[in-house]
Every structure is written in structure tokens, then in C-alpha cells.
């Protein structure tokens, strides 16, 4: 059951959703959509059409955009097979379910597109074909005669075209009363042809005989044929003729050695890259199984996973031949580095390496040496670039592996250095399996924690530093365990947001916060906002923004007293969505924050144009406010500039008097943190801050 997850795991696919009527252009498209083809979100809001996939030489846009339409239209169940070529060059053979769709609120017509990634299978699919034309050429071009001898008239016949040329120099007529044999085999090999046609022409029964002689071809020179001959008896049990057929070893041979060449281009094709020449994943694993059984406890066996960090800087600014040529020399560079190394192109940038060597020094030696050499030959090629490899290293420990589970340990090693250049390698230890493992039981277990309520909402409130009056309140997500206890948001918000899962929880936490909001309201207490935070990963669906304003008017919740926490890191990417998104959502009375701010990458520019109502100041700029007059002064002129763009300004982690005072004195009024309270559950919140005593 294991090995069939690990299978049913390894199987690549993504949906989309398409404009029919805008020339096939892809209006959504799936996290497993974009891991499939290399395409990002950028790529998707520059525009792409399904057409940019399918455009090669043997399968025009025009050519799958009809199969499609026509499947459809007939409603065959039926998968399309068909190639698309990714962002990077490599073309993959996918099947096409596809089904039609019609988007009301658009006014277009769409498909619902899931396409999943059959390259192994296609392989089959090729050698099966390959090895039918193999024996279909076998069939019609294995050249063969067809012989009769007549006993009583002691004549040889040939076919036709072989009779007229062969009776011109030997006796066909006479052919063993003047023994012409003696002139047409081989000498070395007369004595062999003339006892097997005596054992047809003299044995009483009818009998059949193969045997193989060299004799003259019609270009003079001596050809090798197998003979099948078969003697028949006439009514009185006389040997009346004799027949059978001739065919050429040498002409069998040739093709025999084609079809050899043609097998040893289907295990290649089955076996390795066709990029790098390197093994695929399926024969790695297979050969690290077969070498680790006869595990070497004196030796050390390791797998070593590795990735060229920004690959796409290559595709996107040279070309994809040229990204191919860096994919070829990393390839050159990981396979020719010491002794007993098996080298693997996973896909992509991706790539394994298995070494057996004498002791985990020289590992850990080599793999430093072999990426900086590599990110040399890039900087020289690609001056501008800063391209270098991360790689992680799981040491085998004995020969009880399952390579599988191997190559994700050195890949959780990979991903622990991700970024960094200052550690060359990462090491697996068991922890990382562990933290692994508890990123999916949390993956897994967040939808039933939403349905049973353990995902609750706490309140946070935030205070006026001038008269240290309530002036609002943060959602904080919480998660509820069965003791009663409850996990912290760093130990599941970045595990949901890696999995996409976070999305979910926002909704969640909104939802709870509009709940509060209309208590608030039946129940007469004071209406203070409630600020919600949400991951950048909505801002890839274009209902985010309606999503909101739809759930707010169904709690009838008045807009303005809900703000959108986005943090500061999401302004830098995806710019232009995330301004439309906040534009629509201000129009309507929703206020925006801009969470974390000082820890990211915006510049004043994009603040001044940027569509936020107020700035919250990250926690690590108030910590050192007490014990650093640097620091003082950094986040007075720091503040004063965002002044500058007319947005308001809050303080995060505020916790002493101290640091409260002093922002106060720069002219600062607003502040959360525990100096004022922590984060509690509503109910309580309600007590403490919204009835009246």
C-alpha cells in the first residue's frame, strides 16, 4: 500500500480554466497547473493562451483546440493525448479532460480543463509501437525463396527472377546428375548440404530437415541461408520431390542488428534524460535499490539533492536553448565528480546524485567544491546573474532503504538551506522528518478542525496612547487542541500558507469576525473595527474581492468596520493585482492595513501610491526603543516619512510603559500589544472591553 501512495503521490497534474471565446487564453489556473509547466501567476496575468502549450510542429493550436471541442460536443468520455511543451522547453505528454463550462457573471464561455502528465506511460506506448514495426519490417523484409526439386526429373525450380539468372551459369535441369551443389555451396560446407538433401531423398517417410550453408549469392560473393526442406512421398512410397525455402542469414542478421539498435533506443529513452543523458527518477531508484543491498558498512552511502536557485533568471533573459546548455554542464559537473556516482535529472533543475565513497568528509567536501565551480562557469557566462545551487544530503544509513523516502530526506535537506548561501550543504537529521511530519498532520487535519470549531477567533485590542481607551481590535486566529490547550499561529499559519490551505483559515477567521460584528450590533455594545489579516494567495483568485464585500452584506455588517490586514512583503509582488484588489475594497468602505511594515521590501514610492489607510510598525523596530538612541532616532525619521504619504500609523508588540511613552512623545497615538492586553477569546473580550460595568 505504501509504494502505491508513493506512485499515486508522484503523478503530476493541474486544472485550468479557459476563455473559449478570447482565443483559448487561460484565465486560472491551479498551484499543480504551474508545477507541471513552469509557468507562475505572473506568467498567467501577462497573458497566456493554452495555444502557447500545444504549439509544436506535429500538434498545431488549431489541431487540439478542435479535437477538444469536438470530444466535447460529442461528450466523449475519452481522454485527448497530446504533447504541450513548459515554460522551460521540455515537452511532456499530458491527457485532456475537458469540460464546458458557461460563466454567467462574465457573460463567457469556458472549459474546465484537468490535464495530467502521461510521459511514462507515452514511453510504453512508444516501445510497444517501436517493437510492432520491428517485427512488421521483419516480416516484409526478410528475404526468402521458395524451392521445389523434382525427384524424377532431377530439376531444381526457383522463383522466377532467381531461376533466370541461376540457369544461365549452372544446370538447373541436371541439378544433382552433374552435381551442380559442387559449384553453388561453399566447399567447406558441400559435405553438410549433400548428406541433409540425402536424408530427404533416401529416407523412406517423409521427412523435414533445416540446416545452414554458405553458398553463392547473384553478386558472386558467398551469402549464409538456412534451408527448410521437406521430402514427399508418392502413392507407392517413393520420394517423388522435395521443397522448402531458402532464407538469407545476412539480410535476417542486419535486421536483427537494427532492431538490437532500435531496443537499445527504447531502454535509453526509457531509462535516462533526454536533455542531460542522465538516469530518470524511475531507473535511479531502481539502480540505488540493486547497489544498496549489498550494503558496505565500512563505506558511506549517500544521496545528495540539488537545485539551481533563480533557473528561470536563464529562460526568461537568454532563451531556453541556453537554460538547456546550463541544465546539460550541471549535468557534466555532478556525474564526473569521484568514483561510484549515479547521477539523476529529476525534472527541471531538479537533481539527484547517489556516491559511495570511503567517509561523509568527502561529501561534504565535494558538493561545496562542485556548486561554487558551478556558480563560477555561470558568472562567467552570465556576469549580471547571481545564480548558485542549493543541495541537501541524506546519509544512508544501512542497507534497510527505501530510496523513496531516501530522496525526500535529502530533499528535506535541500529545502532547509533554500536560499542561503552561507551554508553550502544541508545535513538531514531526524527532526526534519519529524517537523515534516507534522506539516501534514496539520495540512490534513485543518477541515475538520474549521467543521468542529477549533479554529477560533481571539481579540486583541488596540489602544489610543493619549487616554488608553479602546480603539479596536485584531483577529488572531487560534487553534484549539483536544486538552483544551491551543497551537499558536507560528506553529500553522506558514505550514497552511506552503500548502495553500491558508486560504481556508482566512475565510474562517472573517467569517467568526463578522459573527462578533453583528453580536456587537443586536446587542447594542460599542462598534469598534476589527482589522482581519489575509494571506497575497488570495489575490490570485479574481472573486477575492467580491468574496468579501458578498459575505459582509450577508452578516449585514457595515463595511467600515472591517479592516484588511495584507503584509508588507505581498506589495512587492504581484503590484498591480493587489492595488486593483485594495482600490475595490476601499471603494466600498473596507479600510486596509499594511501589516509588518519595515520588514519587507516596499520603498516610499510604492507606499505613497499604494492604496492603504494605515501602516502597522513592525514589533522589531519597538524592541530596542529602551536601550538604543540609534534606534530612537531611526524610527522617529522612519515614521515621519510614512507621515509624509498621509497614512495613519500603528505600533505593534508594544510592552512597556517605556516604549509607549516615547512613541507617544513623537506624536504617535495608536498601539496594540501586552503592555495593553494580549490576544483573548471574544467572549471574554466582550466582557473586559464592550459591556458596561
Excluded at 102 to 113: A, P
Excluded at 183 to 189: K, M, Q, W
Excluded at 384 to 392: I, K, Q, R, T, Y
Excluded at 600 to 624: C, E, I, Q, R, W
Aim: proline share 3%; with cysteine; hydrophobic share 35%.
Amino acid at each position: 500500500m505504501h509504494s502505491k501512495l508513493n506512485e499515486i503521490e508522484q503523478v503530476r497534474f493541474g486544472k485550468i480554466v479557459i476563455d473559449i471565446d478570447n482565443g483559448f487564453s487561460i484565465i486560472t489556473a491551479s498551484n499543480g497547473f504551474y508545477d507541471l509547466t513552469k509557468y507562475n501567476h505572473k506568467d498567467l496575468v501577462k497573458g497566456i493562451s493554452f495555444g502557447d502549450l500545444v504549439c509544436l510542429d506535429s500538434h498545431s493550436p488549431e489541431l487540439v483546440h478542435n479535437k477538444i471541442i469536438k470530444n466535447i460536443q460529442a461528450k466523449g468520455e475519452s481522454n485527448l493525448i497530446h504533447p504541450i511543451k513548459t515554460k522551460n522547453g521540455e515537452i511532456i505528454h499530458v491527457t485532456n479532460y475537458s469540460n464546458l463550462d458557461y460563466d454567467l457573471e462574465n457573460s463567457r464561455s469556458t472549459i474546465t480543463m484537468i490535464i495530467t502528465d502521461v510521459s511514462e506511460h507515452h514511453r510504453h506506448d512508444e516501445e510497444i509501437r517501436l517493437k510492432n514495426e520491428k517485427y512488421k519490417m521483419l516480416e516484409q523484409n526478410l528475404v526468402s525463396m521458395y524451392i521445389e526439386y523434382d525427384v524424377n526429373k532431377d530439376t531444381l525450380q526457383l522463383p522466377a527472377e532467381a531461376f533466370t539468372v541461376a540457369s544461365q551459369r549452372y544446370n538447373m535441369s541436371r541439378y544433382w546428375g552433374v552435381d551442380t551443389p559442387r559449384l553453388t555451396v561453399h566447399p567447406d560446407d558441400y559435405d553438410t548440404y549433400k548428406s541433409s538433401w540425402d536424408k530427404c531423398l533416401k529416407n523412406e517417410d517423409s521427412c523435414v530437415i533445416e540446416f545452414r550453408t554458405k553458398a553463392f549469392s547473384y553478386d558472386d560473393t558467398y551469402v549464409w541461408y538456412r534451408l527448410s526442406l521437406a521430402s514427399n512421398a508418392d502413392s507407392d512410397g517413393k520420394i517423388a520431390s522435395v521443397f522448402g525455402r531458402a532464407f538469407s542469414i545476412e539480410i535476417e542478421k542486419n535486421l536483427i542488428v537494427k532492431a538490437d539498435n532500435d531496443q537499445k533506443l527504447i531502454n535509453r529513452l526509457l531509462t535516462t534524460d533526454s536533455l542531460t543523458g542522465l538516469y530518470n527518477r524511475k531507473t535511479f531508484k531502481e539502480i540505488v535499490a540493486q547497489r544498496t543491498k549489498d550494503f558496505d558498512s565500512s563505506k558511506c552511502y549517500s544521496i545528495t539533492y540539488s537545485d539551481i536557485n533563480d533557473f528561470s533568471y536563464i529562460n526568461d533573459n537568454f532563451g531556453f536553448e541556453a537554460g538547456n546548455q546550463v541544465l546539460r554542464d550541471f549535468a557534466n559537473f555532478i556525474s564526473h565528480k569521484g568514483d561510484n556516482v549515479i547521477s539523476c535529472r529529476i525534472y527541471s533543475d531538479f537533481f539527484l546524485t547517489f556516491n559511495v565513497v570511503e567517509s561523509r568528509d568527502f561529501i561534504l567536501d565535494i558538493i561545496p567544491k562542485i556548486n561554487d565551480e558551478f556558480s563560477s562557469l555561470l558568472k562567467e557566462k552570465y556576469p549580471a546573474s547571481d545564480l548558485h545551487v542549493s543541495s541537501g544530503v541524506y546519509f544512508i544509513p544501512d542497507g534497510d532503504v527505501d530510496v523513496t523516502i531516501a530522496i525526500d530526506n535529502a530533499n528535506l535537506a535541500r529545502r532547509s538551506v533554500k536560499g542561503t548561501k552561507s551554508i553550502p550543504c544541508g545535513i538531514y537529521s531526524e527532526s526534519m522528518r519529524r517537523k515534516r511530519s507534522n506539516e501534514q498532520k496539520i495540512a490534513s487535519e485543518l477541515h475538520a478542525a474549521i467543521e468542529n470549531g477549533d479554529i477560533e477567533m481571539f481579540l486583541q485590542p488596540k489602544f489610543s496612547l493619549s487616554n488608553r481607551e479602546i480603539i479596536g481590535a485584531e483577529a488572531l486566529a487560534r487553534w484549539r487542541n483536544s486538552d483544551g490547550t491551543h497551537k499558536l499561529p507560528f506553529e500553522f499559519i506558514d505550514v497552511l500558507e506552503k500548502v495553500g490551505y491558508v486560504i481556508e483559515l482566512d475565510y474562517c477567521i472573517f467569517k467568526q469576525a463578522l459573527e462578533q460584528l453583528r453580536i456587537w450590533i443586536d446587542n447594542g455594545y460599542p462598534l469598534i473595527p476589527i482589522s482581519v489579516n489575509f494571506s497575497r494567495l488570495h489575490n490570485h483568485n479574481p472573486n477575492f474581492v467580491d468574496n468579501l464585500i458578498s459575505l459582509a452584506k450577508e452578516y449585514d455588517v457595515p463595511s467600515h468596520l472591517i479592516e484588511i490586514e495584507i503584509t508588507e512583503s505581498s506589495f512587492a509582488q504581484d503590484v498591480n493585482i493587489i492595488f486593483k484588489n485594495m482600490s475595490k475594497l476601499r471603494d466600498d468602505g473596507f479600510k486596509i492595513n499594511m501589516d509588518d511594515f519595515g520588514i519587507g521590501y516596499s520603498s516610499l514610492s510604492l507606499l505613497m501610491k499604494a492604496p492603504v489607510d494605515t501602516v502597522k510598525v513592525d514589533k522589531f523596530f519597538v524592541n530596542n526603543i529602551s536601550s538604543s538612541e540609534d534606534e530612537r532616532n531611526y524610527i522617529k525619521q522612519m515614521c515621519v516619512l510614512i507621515s509624509t504619504t498621509q497614512k495613519n500609523i500603528i505600533f505593534e508588540g508594544v510592552e512597556t510603559e517605556q516604549q509607549a511613552k516615547f512613541l507617544y512623545s513623537c506624536g504617535f497615538n495608536m498601539a496594540q500589544g501586552w503592555l495593553f492586553d494580549k490576544a483573548i477569546p471574544a467572549p471574554e473580550f466582550i466582557n473586559k472591553y464592550l459591556k458596561e460595568d
